[in-house]
T-cell receptor
Framework: AQSVTQPDIHITVSEGASLELRCNYS??????LFWYVQSPGQGLQLLLK??????LVQGIKGFEAEFKRSQSSFNLRKPSVHWSDAAEYFC???????????FGKGTTLSVSS | EPEVTQTPSHQVTQMGQEVILRCVPI?????FYWYRQILGQKVEFLVS????????KSEIFDDQFSVERPDGSNFTLKIRSTKLEDSAMYFC?????????????FGSGTQLSVL
């Protein structure tokens, strides 16, 4: 069955520290992988996506993610977190147009000063 | 930047009542979606819509739900007889990518509260 697991429900990081949010997936075909961010009262904003090619992908706001097929993982990273990064982060896997994106349960990021 | 617009931002209804959630997708988009997020849970796919018909739907999307594109701009989700467990944030999304979900744009959601 297709699924996405985000093992960490809530993470707190000090401002300026590095961040890694974990994501593992199960998908029958070649996965298209996404990270979305949701700020309070806002919709889902796409941070980055992986379809093929270079396994390290760059996104907006200084985020990057690395696709590791052997580990079925697509972890999100940022070298230095800013207070404005506090939000909920969702990993998702999906495929062709018109089909469902499968989301993980999300990780809430808090940033401490 | 173009955006997907959802109205209202918050809807309160009594159990058993019908509700219609409205979405205006980005104008040249062809694929339309509804997702929902129950508080504290993950975002779940409800339905996708293309060429005036449903492309795919989840188990959640039962006979109580329907979607419609009544004119060239709106995309609506109707819940015929709401239940308490329908309380959730409902997200509309649209895309003009005919191959993948790569260029999927989400609206800011409608929070539905069923009392």
């Amino acid at each position: 069955a297709q699924s996405v697991t985000q093992p960490d429900i809530h993470i707190t990081v000090s401002e300026g520290a590095s961040l890694e949010l974990r994501c593992n997936y199960s998908y029958g075909a070649t996965p298209y992988l996404f990270w979305y961010v949701q700020s309070p009262g806002q919709g889902l904003q796409l941070l980055l996506k992986y379809f093929s090619g270079d396994t390290l992908v760059q996104g907006i706001k200084g985020f990057e993610a690395e696709f590791k097929r052997s580990q079925s993982s697509f972890n999100l990273r940022k070298p230095s977190v800013h207070w404005s990064d506090a939000a909920e982060y969702f990993c998702a896997v999906g495929g062709k147009a018109g089909t469902a994106l499968i989301f993980g349960k999300g990780t809430t990021l808090s940033v401490s000063s | 930047e173009p955006e997907v617009t959802q109205t209202p931002s918050h809807q309160v209804t009594q159990m058993g009542q019908e509700v219609i959630l409205r979405c205006v997708p980005i104008s040249n988009h062809l694929y339309f979606y509804w997702y929902r997020q129950i508080l504290g849970q993950k975002v779940e796919f409800l339905v996708s819509f293309y060429n005036n018909e449903i492309s795919e739907k989840s188990e959640i999307f039962d006979d109580q739900f329907s979607v419609e594109r009544p004119d060239g701009s709106n995309f609506t989700l109707k819940i015929r007889s709401t239940k308490l467990e329908d309380s959730a944030m409902y997200f509309c999304a649209s895309s003009n990518d005919a191959r993948t979900n790569e260029k999927l744009f989400f609206g800011s959601g409608t929070q539905l509260s069923v009392l």
